[in-house]
Every structure is written in structure tokens, then in C-alpha cells.
């Protein structure tokens, strides 16, 4: 079977099964085809709550996945590869942040939205790259534990010099590794275009951006921008689908190394698999960490309109 007759397949039965295929902006295009809907974090967990369908396929990674099984736990939710989930999302742990929340009563718990559903069910509010910002300024609180990613956690601050924020140590393994000296190196190459950056790269690097923003948020800049080269700061698969939507412009990655594995583990071969249900993998969550993990992300929803 080639690609297109992959596709095709893909195509009937999804709409035979009443199945909604969801696919993050970093998935290989051949899968952005055949989804229903793409986009960042932060409009595929909306999407999840708004779609028709009974059964949702993510082609992302494994936290996407569960934050659409909190959004709607009557629906079946399926995980294309099993295999992909982000690291980031694993690196802090309930006993943690319990002990945190345990010893500083007065902090409001703000969670990205790549942790798991466990760590969710212990913060108080999940914020996506998209919502951050405009989430932190609208709590109450000034006193702010931002878990896990640093860098993220450290532009919010940066924004916002009136609260007083507190970080650990943790963030994106992909994005972290880019330096100040790969954003001088790509200036120095292609010395017209803008810099566009996701908010989980680095101080050093974030300083020297046109634009900071989501996944989506640097697509739809890259589109508007009169501007005819940009210069990529997220996962590569971003350049790649804006030099197919924009031909007359070009799109240089700020570096090679920006591949996230887990994102690139999803094929067209598994969706097609789990869709015959003979792949992939559902997902499963217990009633109270469904219930205790709602409630951030509903807060979410409800400070991000
Ligand atoms: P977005 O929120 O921009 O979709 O980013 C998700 C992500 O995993 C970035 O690495
Ligand atoms: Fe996680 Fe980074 Fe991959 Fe995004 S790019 S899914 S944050 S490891």
C-alpha cells in the first residue's frame, strides 16, 4: 500500500468508526492529512471536549492523549504509538510536589499542560506555551510554583516582573539544547529573517527572537509576516509544514538538533493500526485521577477565553 491508498483507508474507516483523529502540529505531514483537526496543546485539548465523535485518536504525545480522556472521559481516547511521551512530562513527581504545596500553603501550583495526569490531580491550574502569560497574570496570586519547564516558566516571569515566581529545574530535552551560539551561527547564515521561537528554548535564546510563541502561534506569525525567511526555533517538522503552506517563502531550522523522537514515533502505519484496532492503545484513568486532574485543566479552559 503506498501513502495515499494509506490515507484513503484511514479516511473510510475513521468515518465508518465515527473516530476524530487529532494531530499535534509537530506530526509528519502525511498524518496532518488525514486529521480531523491540528493544532497546539492548547487547541487540541479544547478540540477534544468540542468534537462529535465517540472515539478520539491522538497522533501526539502520551499527555495529550490523557488530557483528552480528563476532557471527556465518556469517550474512548486512543494513543496512536504507545511508545511516544514527552519526557518533560515525567519529570516531577506527586510526593514532590505535595511536599512543596505541603511547606509553602500560600503558592498557587501552575502546571504546564506536559505532565502527566497524576501530577495534574496535585496542581491548581495547567497552562499551555499558547496560554502561560495571560493565565499567571490573571491569578489572584502573586506567589507562583511554575512546574516543569524552567525556560517556559522563566519567559512568564520575565512577563510578568510583578509576580513572584518560583521554578525548579526541569524542561524540554529538544528545545533546551539549542544555544546562544546556534541562534548567532543561523543570524550570521541567513542574516534577513526573522527569529521565531518556541518559549522552551533558553533565556539566551528566547533574547534574541522577532516573535516567541506556541507551535501554532509561530505558523500563523510566519503566515502573516511580510517578512520572507524566517529562521525556525521549534521542532523541525514546523518548518517543514510552513515551506508546503507558504512556497513563495523559506524556513530555515535554528538548528538540526530540534527533532523530538517521541513526536516522530507516530506513523501513518500506526494510525491505520489502531484505527483496525490492532495497534496503538487506549487509555486508561482511574475516576479520581480523572476528577482531581479536571479540575487545572477546566481552570485552564475557563482563564484562557
Ligand atoms: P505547543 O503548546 O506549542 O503545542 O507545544 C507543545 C510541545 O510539546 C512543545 O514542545
Ligand atoms: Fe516534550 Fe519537548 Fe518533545 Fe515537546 S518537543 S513533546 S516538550 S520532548
Excluded: W
Excluded at 84 to 109: H, L, R, W
Excluded at 140 to 166: H, R, T
Excluded at 181 to 210: F, G, I, Q, S, T
Excluded at 255 to 282: N, Q
Amino acid at each position: 500500500m503506498n501513502i495515499k491508498e494509506m490515507q484513503e483507508k484511514i479516511m473510510k474507516l475513521k468515518k465508518e468508526k465515527d473516530i476524530c483523529i487529532l494531530a499535534h502540529s509537530y506530526q509528519a505531514k502525511e498524518i496532518v492529512e488525514i486529521a480531523d483537526f491540528t493544532g497546539d496543546s492548547y487547541q487540541l485539548s479544547v478540540l477534544a471536549t468540542t468534537a462529535p465523535q465517540k472515539t478520539i485518536l491522538m497522533c501526539g504525545v502520551r499527555f495529550m492523549a490523557e488530557t483528552a480522556k480528563i476532557l471527556s472521559p465518556d469517550k474512548k481516547v486512543l494513543i496512536a504509538n504507545k511508545t511516544a511521551g514527552c519526557p518533560m512530562a515525567e519529570q516531577m513527581s506527586v510526593e514532590e510536589i505535595s511536599a512543596f504545596k505541603k511547606a509553602n500553603p500560600d503558592y498557587t501550583i501552575v502546571a504546564y499542560i506536559n505532565t502527566t495526569a497524576a501530577l495534574k490531580t496535585v496542581c491548581d491550574v495547567c497552562v499551555t506555551s499558547s496560554s502561560a502569560v495571560s493565565i499567571v497574570d490573571t491569578l489572584e496570586n502573586d506567589n507562583i510554583l511554575f512546574i516543569p519547564d524552567c525556560n517556559l516558566g522563566d519567559y512568564v516571569a520575565k512577563q510578568l516582573p510583578s509576580k513572584n515566581i518560583k521554578l525548579l529545574q526541569g524542561g524540554c530535552p529538544v528545545h533546551a539544547q539549542i544555544t546562544e551560539a546556534d541562534v548567532l551561527h543561523a543570524k550570521e547564515l541567513y542574516p534577513n529573517a526573522e527569529l521565531l521561537v518556541h518559549p522552551e528554548c533558553k533565556p539566551e535564546v528566547v533574547a534574541h527572537a522577532d516573535y516567541i510563541g506556541s507551535t501554532v502561534g509561530i505558523m500563523n506569525y510566519a503566515k502573516q509576516s511580510e517578512k520572507k525567511q524566517f529562521i525556525i526555533g521549534t521542532e523541525i517538522s514546523i518548518a517543514e509544514l510552513l515551506a508546503y503552506e507558504c512556497p513563495n517563502k523559506q524556513f530555515f531550522p535554528l538548528s538540526k538538533k530540534l527533532i523530538c523522537t517521541d513526536m516522530k514515533a507516530t506513523t501513518l502505519v500506526d494510525v491505520l493500526h489502531t484505527i483496525e484496532g490492532c495497534g496503538g492503545e487506549e487509555i486508561i484513568l482511574d475516576d479520581a485521577t480523572i476528577h482531581a486532574a479536571k479540575k487545572c485543566i477546566d481552570r485552564m479552559i475557563e482563564l484562557g477565553q
